[in-house]
């Protein structure tokens, strides 16, 4: 829905690393972006592995980027999506937010107004994950 200001709906997701799932311990590593009238969907990630380490040091953490990494590559589309490489953005944005018990885990749903959905994906990596 774009407004008449310029202003546009988008949602987004944080992406948290639960090492542990039967301990519940989490962080934040990432955030997934949403505008369905800009047709955008968006990831990024940024893994801090000390927080990791203090909550698992045996934790994979080659497998955990690779899940971080194919979160992106879904938003992405094309080759790097995978099935997912045929669905719009809004498909593949529901996808990733679908609940799963793995270690990379969406959070819930948020929205905002936003004149740049791009700008926006880096402005809440700054302030929910770094």
């Known amino acids: 829905m774009t407004d008449p200001t ?5 949602e987004y997701a944080v992406l948290r690393v639960v090492p542990r799932v039967e301990r ?8 997934v972006v ?9 990831a990024r990630t940024h893994l801090d592995e000390r927080k990791l380490a203090a909550l698992d040091p045996d934790a994979d953490v ?5 899940a ?13 999506a995978g099935q ?3 669905d719009d953005a809004g498909r593949r944005f529901r996808w990733l937010i679908a609940p799963r018990s793995t270690v990379v885990q969406p959070g819930p749903v948020h929205t905002g107004l936003t004149a740049d959905p791009q700008t926006e994906v880096e402005r809440l990596l700054d302030l929910l994950v770094r």
């Open 62 to 66: 080659t497998g955990i980027r690779a």
């Open 84 to 86: 997912a490489a045929g």
């Open 24 to 31: 519940g311990e989490q962080f934040n590593a990432g955030v």
């Open 34 to 42: 949403y505008c369905r009238a800009k047709s955008f969907v968006a």
């Open 6 to 10: 310029g202003w546009d709906v988008f």
């Open 68 to 80: 971080l990494r194919a979160v992106e590559g879904v938003c992405r589309g094309g080759e790097a």
